[in-house]
């Protein structure tokens, strides 16, 4: 303590002790002088009326009931709000910005998930479980670019598929599809379905595969289910599946696993199938007319003549008729190429069925509990600034009322 | 007072629940009349601005924290606020000086040395400025300490003592010069 704090402690030591003691003594004649202004300051306070004092000890004990003063203009009142205190305000407007907070981080979080969303991205092989695509939607996941052409554009239904382009069957080009003005159209339709499945559970979604075919009045074209060292791994199949029923097999096929990618495409052979049934009534007729001319042939060499006509002309009847046949088994039954494959981060079980349940559930369980952690950091995130901003603006309107206030004093 | 009244004014929050509202009022009543009179320097105004106070310590009388004062500290920083709010209407009003000074002038049975001595202390009160009368007012008409004066004005209890001491040195001089 310096020498002149100490001074100042020990002049305001004797003003303390005059106002204490009712008397000026002290060791000093500065201390004593000091002690008499104390005593003169203090006797300048002045009593309160008894009246007041009265007054105001019956209001204090009456609990200071709310009267309207006679002297005030009465006001329309507008109905008023409850009146609440303090804390519930604080504690209303910290609940406020909490909900605000959650509002934005599950804007933010639908927002991110929307953004990963596989089907629009074509990286569908990253999501572990893609929804089945609705009815005739066309062409989504990685897979959509192996078999689309000018007819694959999306979201026109399965009926409304356009022609697809490559290797028309009939050799009638890329323009040989279309067929104007014919009622009955036939397409040939073509899906490509990736489905995965626990490694424990690839046997029976394949048993399954089989079963929807079956179901559907199809049948399996080809099959291959690959084994590894621990068991089934993967699978192959290709499908026929009537056209007529083939969305309704793809929704069931689809419900067996979880679709990392599915496909459709359709060409439009309608051309081909109307050519080939126009060459062979030629070819019949002209083998009619060729059997007339053999009868009444006037010369064996005549006769031979025709005869060999006849043989190339059955040629090409039978040649049309197997095109024909090969045409309406293409557009009658859809083919539908299922590729099975063992779920991503599946390290397999030892059988149990159970475990693998169990497995399922906790991971669900941890994929919940991160999301929950997600969204609340995401309201933390907005919480926490939104506070901040608040406790500034309040300490500042307190500091401001304060100055306001201690401006008075100025 | 009866049972039925003190039924219905609580006892305070805090660390002294036995004191009721009523036995602070009486207690305190008269200091902080006589500070915010010698603030405002008008009766009929510091009679208002206690009586409005009080009124407000009562409906706050559950927000009070004995963490953050005694009650004393607490009524006084009550009373204060009124005062300054009060004086601030004044200043809207463009009276930025009180022009009736109508505390209590000194009687004719006053020994002629007292009187003198009291009209010199009166005029050099008169000489200080706002803040320094309010913690002239705090300490000598409110009575409260040097550390219950720096919980009032929210600053600490050695600034309170220096700031103090310069108020009362400056008073000295002023009756000084005036004798």
């Given amino acids: ?410 | 007072m009866n049972e039925a009244i003190a039924e219905r004014v609580p006892p305070l929050a805090g660390d002294i629940p036995s004191e009721t509202f009523e036995s602070l009022c009486e207690r305190t009543f008269p200091k902080v009349y006589a500070y915010v009179a010698a603030l405002l320097r008008d009766r009929s105004a510091a009679e208002d601005v206690t009586a409005q106070a009080f009124e407000r310590a009562y409906r706050k009388r559950r927000g009070y924290k004995a963490s953050r004062g005694t009650p004393e500290q607490w009524i006084f920083g009550i009373a204060r606020n009124a005062a300054l709010d009060e004086l601030r209407k004044r200043k809207r009003r463009a009276n930025l000086e009180v022009d009736h000074e109508d505390v209590e002038a000194p009687t004719t049975e006053d020994h002629a040395e007292l009187a003198l001595r009291r009209e010199a202390v009166r005029a050099a009160l008169g000489g200080l400025d706002g803040h320094e009368r309010d913690l002239v007012a705090l300490k000598f008409m409110g009575g409260l300490s040097n550390a219950e004066i720096a919980r009032v004005l929210g600053t600490s209890e050695s600034n309170a003592g220096t700031r103090l001491h310069r108020t009362i040195t400056k008073l000295r001089e002023a009756c000084h010069e005036r004798a």
Avoid at chain 1, 111 to 119: I, K, Q
Avoid at chain 1, 166 to 171: D, K, L, V
Avoid at chain 1, 368 to 387: C, N, Q, T, Y
């Fill in chain 1, 1 to 410: 303590m310096s020498e002149h704090d100490a001074l100042i402690e020990s002049e305001l030591r004797a003003v303390d002790e005059a106002l204490a003691t009712g008397t000026a003594r002290g060791e000093t004649a500065l201390e004593r002088e000091l002690g008499e202004l104390a005593l003169a300051l203090a006797a300048e306070a002045v009593e309160p009326d008894p009246d007041f004092s009265a007054e105001l000890g019956e209001r204090v004990r009456a609990g200071f009931p709310r009267t309207p003063r006679a002297s005030r203009i009465p006001r329309p009142r507008l109905p008023s709000l409850p009146k609440l205190r303090r804390p519930p305000m604080i504690a209303l407007a910290g609940a406020a910005s909490v909900l605000a907070a959650l509002a934005v981080a599950v804007s933010l979080q639908g927002r991110g998930e929307n953004e990963d969303m596989p089907g629009t991205t074509g990286g569908a092989a990253d999501a572990p479980s893609l929804a089945a695509p609705r009815e005739g939607e066309l062409e989504r996941g990685p897979k959509s670019g192996s078999q689309d052409g000018a007819g694959s554009s999306s979201a026109l239904p399965a009926d409304e598929v356009g022609p697809v382009p490559p290797t028309p069957p009939g050799g009638g080009g890329a323009a040989g599809g279309f067929a104007p003005g014919e009622r009955e159209r036939r397409i040939e339709r073509s899906a490509m379905l990736t489905l995965a499945a626990p490694s424990d559970g690839l046997d029976r979604v394949a048993d399954a595969i089989v079963t929807v075919t079956d179901r559907y009045e199809g049948f399996v074209l080809r099959s291959s289910v690959s084994t590894g060292d621990e068991g089934t791994t993967g699978g192959d199949f290709e499908l026929r599946i009537p056209a007529d029923r083939l969305q309704a097999a793809l929704r069931d096929l689809s419900k067996l696993g979880d679709v990392r990618a599915r496909s459709q495409s359709g060409q439009d052979v309608t051309r081909d199938f109307v050519s080939a049934a126009d060459r062979l009534e030629a070819a019949r007729a002209e083998r009619r007319s060729l059997l007339r001319r053999l009868e009444n042939a006037d010369s064996d060499t005549e006769a031979e003549a025709i005869r060999r006509r006849l043989d190339l002309t059955a040629a090409e009847i039978n040649g049309l008729r197997g095109q024909l046949r090969d045409l309406r088994l293409r557009t009658d039954f859809a083919t539908v190429s299922v590729i099975l494959e063992e779920r991503d981060g599946d390290e397999g079980s030892d059988g149990s069925g159970s475990n693998g349940g169990l497995r399922e559930a906790l991971d669900d369980a941890l994929e919940s509990l991160s999301g929950s952690v997600e969204i609340l950091v995401r309201a933390l995130g907005v919480a926490i600034p939104l506070s901040l901003l608040a406790a500034l603006l309040w300490l500042g309107g307190r500091s401001l009322r304060r100055r306001r206030r201690e401006a008075a004093l100025s």
